[in-house]
Nanobody
Framework: QVQLVESGGGLVQAGGSLRLSCAAS????????MGWFRQAPGKEREFVAA????????LYADSVEGRFTLSRDNAKRMVYLQMNSLKPEDTAVYYC?????????????????????WGQGTQVTVSS
């Protein structure tokens, strides 16, 4: 059973930075896609970024491109989301997710419905 645990959220001023971490355990394989999503109050869950455990370029939502960077440490089974130049509109609960299928593309991997495993989320609040 795959388990995902996020950490690193908090309160930061606009323009600041945070690094979120996702610890994965229990059967994550190289073909998995790891994604980050976020959900603000009253809004739908939205895609932030995704990458494959096996490597390759990451995918980013237009709203975070150039400000957020996704990385991973396969040996530690960790996925990170470095968030720079944070804006108040980045305020949300951030979720780590895992998709066990072998398919990876912008149109596919940005859909929350294809991810089978989710963490509990970590709150990020950006003050203006």
């Amino acid at each position: 059973q795959v388990q995902l645990v996020e950490s690193g959220g908090g309160l930061v001023q606009a323009g600041g930075s945070l690094r979120l971490s996702c610890a994965a355990s229990g059967g994550i394989f190289s073909g998995y896609t790891m994604g980050w999503f976020r959900q603000a109050p009253g809004k739908e869950r939205e895609f932030v970024a995704a990458t494959r455990w096996s490597g390759g370029s990451a995918l980013y939502a237009d709203s975070v491109e150039g400000r957020f960077t996704l990385s991973r440490d396969n040996a530690k089974r960790m996925v990170y989301l470095q968030m720079n130049s944070l804006k108040p509109e980045d305020t949300a609960v951030y979720y780590c997710a895992a998709d066990p299928t072998q398919y990876f593309s912008n149109s596919y991997s940005s859909r929350a419905t294809i991810y089978d495993y989710w963490g509990q989320g970590t709150q990020v609040t950006v003050s203006s």
